[in-house]
């Protein structure tokens, strides 16, 4: 089906875009993603391996790493056949049905990851402020029962979505301005009075993402007013240098996935080419950066990752 712009037709498929104007080179373009994604998919299952297969290192910190490693793994799985199939074949087609369920796994994903984020942040926390009862009170039991949390949490408020946007007849352009679906802009695409999915879905960001976003900063002011407690310089230092990571794996999460939910739902005006790449930064990026994030900060991880793969 070829891209249609007529507002007065009922879509049975989606047509999703790579670079719009770029498509002569999507074959040379799709290169650095088939990197991104050999990058992302081998970096998390070595960290996933390592932390298995290593006692050592069956703490409570890297067994969070590992949740977020699953989490980062699973998010890449969700977007790369769509965004091959249109960078290799030309093929842009995506069903309905197809492309709610894309939509579940990816708004589930992100909602899980920020979770993950939070229990992190919340490791280092106990870890800086009560390092003497942190393994008592990190349990496995107990961080097992959190990461179950996080996914039923999920699973409950990103569940109604695809329900919502399957009660819509689609009768405006069927062109997405991404390689993959997401809630916003499907929504969009309703010619169905879309205010009550809306508010819906404007709320669960608020209270998944933004309520962890904010308590994650909670958490490091925290933190830091229990570094700045500590009287050597060394210690207090070292301190620090252990939420690095995080520290980066959080900017890298929720900067370009505040930026791009604004610029959906507020940026009418917004240029197109700013959207498109504030889409790839938000779910392309980050499960390629943090694993190579925290291999090269983790000392412990790093020194064995080099043991296991260079003998």
Known sequence: MSAVNDTKFNSAVFLLSGLPGQEVVHLWISLPFCLMYVISIVGNSVILFIIKTDPSLHEPMYIFLSMLA?????????????????????????????????????????????????????????AIRDPLRYASFLTLPRIAKMGLLCVLRGVAVILP??????????????????????????????????????MYGLSVALLTVGLD?????????????????????????????????????????????????VVHRFGEGSSHLLQILLGYVYLLVPPVINPIVYSVKSKHLRARIIRTFVK
């Open 213 to 261: 976003s904010l308590l994650i900063f909670l958490s490091y002011v925290m933190i830091l007013k229990t570094v700045l407690s500590i009287t050597s310089h060394t210690e207090c230092l070292r301190a620090l240098n252990t939420c690095i990571s995080h520290l980066c794996a959080v900017l890298l999460f929720y900067t370009p996935m505040i930026g791009l939910s």
């Open 70 to 126: 699953i989490t980062d793994l699973a998010l890449s799985i969700s977007t790369m056949p769509t965004t091959l199939c249109i960078f290799l074949f030309n093929a842009r087609e995506i069903s309905l049905n197809a492309c709610f369920a894309q939509v579940f796994f990816i708004h589930l994903l992100e909602c899980i990851e920020s979770s993950v984020l939070l229990l992190m942040a919340f490791d280092r926390f106990i």
């Open 161 to 198: 979505l695809p329900f919502l946007l399957q009660r819509f007849q689609y009768c405006h352009s069927n062109v997405l301005s991404h390689c993959y679906c997401i809630n916003q802009e499907v929504m969009k695409k309703a010619c169905s009075d879309i205010r009550g999915s809306s």
